[in-house]
């Protein structure tokens, strides 16, 4: 493919490779499985793998082949694979094609995308086109669906997941021979920026960047550790009454729920599973697999709160000595696998503090990955919001039923993380790579 230079500094064999890349990874991740693994709905909360691939597939067919020139109405996605049509409690039972089918339908739309990216006719004042939007989305649509086929893997029924190639964390990744202080640190409040004017890559729910006077807070230092909320129910957090909420309270009753996610109890010892690795629980990493309802539990029994997420956004990227605001904890440049445990292929959690330069202008560590952190917030369009491109992306989920979780986890692709990044689910969900931090008034 010969590269076009384009005013607006899109380059379509640099979108073309990293379609090729993401695409890789997703066959990558699915590689050891047999045809009876991608088909299985291995839990109702999550679809058959075979769907995600499809729905990968067809959503890129919808937005690179057919809608580029015109109004695009999410309606279009084919029934089989529209969400909207088949929730992820059916998706078992749908008549969907054969893995090699699948990768067939997969690769002759891509086909079809590429041959239209090589003969592209940028128009700039489309804005589904300027600075290559469009594929940012696509390329991002991918990246979530591969933290989502993750979460089924978790879930997998029969033999644990193994996977075919792993990351080893860097040398300057090492669990770290003493911890910085713990605690928490002090944000001094004031007029802070909240979201992104970005139009390049970050969706319509993260913008418009507007102001927001906070109070001042103290937020911790480190997200929560296994070895602390441990502590939580060796002190009964799970049947004592004045830490849950009402709605929390009648959750962990009707559930039955006495620890995390993925936990077991032996010998009054706890141990803890993460694909195909079990063992002892890991004291100073992040708590994961919780529940919004037990992030919320917790920082009660703590004598704390969960931040809102325009607390969590200040504390992860808001300079306040130069009141400016950085596109990650530690500046500007892109995530990747030695900054933060992202990426997905470590597989796991690391030690708290684990990357030293995962750290926020105030002084908090691991901002961005290992766990996506709940917040206080239910999430909701922001001041000036403008739905773009499609409504069902942000705005059909706008409400008080989803609450907000930032920053991204160790299954997370370092595309689809930033410090305006805003994801939300039911607050009962903990199949999620999710854990949390607490913050404290003034």
Not at 91 to 109: D, K, S, V, Y
Not at 141 to 149: F, K, S, W
């Amino acid at each position: 493919m010969t590269t076009v230079a384009l005013a607006s500094g899109v380059d379509p064999q640099a979108i073309a490779s990293r379609l090729e890349e993401a695409r890789a990874r997703t066959f990558l991740l699915i590689e050891p499985l047999s045809d009876y693994d991608l088909r299985t709905q291995h839990d109702i909360l999550m679809s058959p793998m075979l769907w995600d691939l499809g729905h990968i597939a067809h959503f890129e067919e919808l937005w690179l082949t057919r809608n580029l020139d015109g109004p695009v109405e999410f309606v279009e996605m084919p029934g089989l694979f529209n969400p909207f049509e088949h929730p992820r409690r059916v998706r078992g039972a749908l008549r969907l094609p054969t893995a090699a089918e699948c990768r067939t339908i997969m690769e002759e739309i891509r086909g079809r995308v590429l041959a239209r990216l090589a003969a592209m006719q940028w128009d700039s004042s489309n804005p589904l086109l300027r600075d290559g939007y469009v594929y940012q989305m696509v390329l991002q649509h991918e990246y979530q669906h591969n933290e989502t086929i993750l979460q089924t893997l978790q879930l997998k029924q029969g033999q644990p997941y193994s996977p075919v190639r792993r990351f080893d964390p860097p040398a300057s990744a090492s669990q770290p021979s003493s911890l910085p202080a713990g605690g928490m640190v002090r944000f001094p409040g004031g007029l802070v920026e909240i979201g992104t004017v970005d139009r390049s890559a970050a969706y319509d729910n993260e913008r418009p960047r507007h102001s927001v006077e906070l109070a001042g807070f103290w937020i911790d230092r480190y997200p929560v550790t296994n070895q602390e909320f441990a502590g939580f129910i060796a002190a009964g957090g799970y049947s004592n009454r004045e830490y849950w909420s009402d709605h929390g309270w009648e959750w962990v009753t009707q559930s039955g729920v006495q620890a995390p996610m993925y936990w077991t109890g032996h010998d009054g010892s706890w141990f803890s599973r993460s694909m195909d690795r079990s063992g002892p629980l890991a004291p100073t990493d992040p708590v994961c697999h919780v529940s919004y309802y037990e992030a919320e539990a917790f920082a009660r029994f703590a004598g704390k709160r969960l931040p809102t997420e325009a607390e969590w956004e200040a504390a992860a990227t808001w300079d306040p000595i130069s009141s400016r605001q950085l596109s990650y904890p530690w500046g500007e440049q892109s995530p990747s696998a030695e900054l933060a445990n992202v990426d997905q292929l470590a597989f796991g959690t690391r030690p708290v503090g684990s990357y030293p330069d995962n750290v926020s202008p105030v002084g908090c560590y691991g901002m961005i990955g290992d766990v996506w952190e709940w917040t206080a917030s239910d999430f909701g369009p922001y001041p000036g919001f403008q739905s773009f491109p499609y409504a069902e992306y942000s705005e059909a989920f706008f409400g008080t039923e989803y609450k907000v979780l930032r920053g991204g986890s160790w299954a997370t692709r370092p595309g689809a993380i930033r410090g305006t990044f805003r994801n939300w689910d039911y607050p009962i969900r903990r199949q999620l790579f999710s854990g949390f931090r607490c913050a404290r008034n003034d």
